[in-house]
């Protein structure tokens, strides 16, 4: 099979589904990985260029916020919604100078904090009118503490509207496990790390003549690195809902693009089962703020003589520190952190040099 190939900025519309598509027949997926600010997004952006393949830079909404400034009143999600806007435009400016395609999307929003997504509608739908595509090519929504009833009633309300704009949908179906971004889910009944395949065929009744989603189905995964514990991971239940629908709505193989959260600390062999049961995102996070922090941290360690004050190191009393104490020397250490890490879940999520750009 040739590589696909795509056009560097941001995929949105039917050109997103066709990535999907292209990724469900190789196997392979991409990563998405949560960024904060421009040493992330540009970092994320590097690692697309390195690894051939278009990247999913995502806003959490603690992320948009922290884009904005943690500074910021954040009353009615405003500055959340800003500080991801804002970012959506540092991206649609730069992929270009990167020569990248990006997949630019947002991550869990559960029903308290809806009013980030709705700015950020308003937003993508004043775009769309200028420029005939959407801002951002997907959003989250995560109403999994809710009903399945009212998850996919709302889910289908917000899908109806980005539709519209060719924007598509991301939800959640039963619960990721572990602590992300201030919601915690580590003591959540373990039944419900795991969605039934019956949950799947109910979402993809209410929404697949709506517009275009994609499923973050839990099969034990979880959020963070811990040591194995007692959830088990169980990638045979993706096949499974994938199977069903298959089977009862006579669709072709793989109907759903499926997510996979909580990807940090997976291994190799989770990850390639995963995608072969139609995986096409696998978030990341944990894995890329170790990536981001550590070889800081060996920074301020190899250069601690020269970081106690602005004159006087191992070299002499009278001589300067401005070149150890630019911020730049050891953001952008962390900054090839991050690319190479990335470098490495292209890589593993067999995306690596598919695609020509
Ligand atoms: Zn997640």
Redesign the pocket.
């Known amino acids: 099979m040739g590589k696909m190939k795509i056009k560097p900025g941001v995929v949105t519309g039917s050109q997103l589904q066709e990535v999907f598509e292209y990724c469900k027949s190789v196997p392979c997926a991409m990563p998405a990985v949560n960024v904060v600010g421009s040493n992330s997004i540009n970092a994320a952006m590097q690692s697309a260029k390195e690894a051939g393949a278009p990247i999913i830079i995502q806003f959490s909404n603690g992320g948009g916020l922290f884009n904005a400034g943690k500074f910021l009143d954040n009353t009615d999600q405003k500055a959340a919604v800003a500080g991801s806007v804002a970012g959506a435009h540092h991206i649609r400016l730069l992929a270009e100078y990167y020569g990248v395609p990006v997949i630019l999307h947002t991550?869990?929003c559960a029903k308290k904090i809806i009013k980030w997504v709705d700015g950020m509608l308003d937003a993508g739908e004043e775009f769309y009118k200028a420029n005939g595509e959407p801002l951002f090519s997907s959003h989250m929504l995560d109403l999994s503490e809710e009903s399945l009833e009212e998850n996919l009633e709302t889910s289908a309300t917000y899908l109806e509207r980005m539709a519209k704009i060719d924007m598509t949908l991301e939800i959640e179906l039963g619960v990721?496990g572990g602590e992300?971004d201030g919601v915690d889910n580590s003591d959540v009944d373990s039944s419900r790390l795991y969605t039934q395949p019956e949950e799947v065929l109910a979402a993809y009744d209410k929404l697949h003549s709506i517009g275009s989603f994609t499923v973050?189905a839990a099969f034990g995964n979880t959020?963070g690195v811990y040591k194995p514990g007692n959830v088990k991971l169980r990638p045979i239940i993706l096949k499974n809902s994938q199977d069903r629908i298959q089977a009862d709505r006579g669709t072709g193989e793989k109907p759903l693009d499926l997510v996979f959260?909580?990807g940090s600390g997976s291994t190799e062999a989770e990850i390639k089962e995963g995608v072969s049961y139609g995986v096409v995102k696998m978030?990341i996070d944990t894995d890329t703020q170790w990536a981001f922090t550590h070889p800081i941290k060996e920074y301020m360690d190899a250069n601690d003589g020269y970081l106690h004050s602005q004159i006087g190191n191992p070299e002499g009393a009278d001589q300067p520190n401005k070149k150890k104490i630019d911020p730049r020397a050891w953001l952008h250490a962390g900054e090839k952190g991050i690319v190479a890490r990335l470098v490495e879940a292209f890589d593993d999520l067999g995306s690596k040099d598919q695609f020509e750009f």
Do not use: I, K
């Open positions: 991550d869990h990721t992300e973050a959020h959260h909580g978030n």
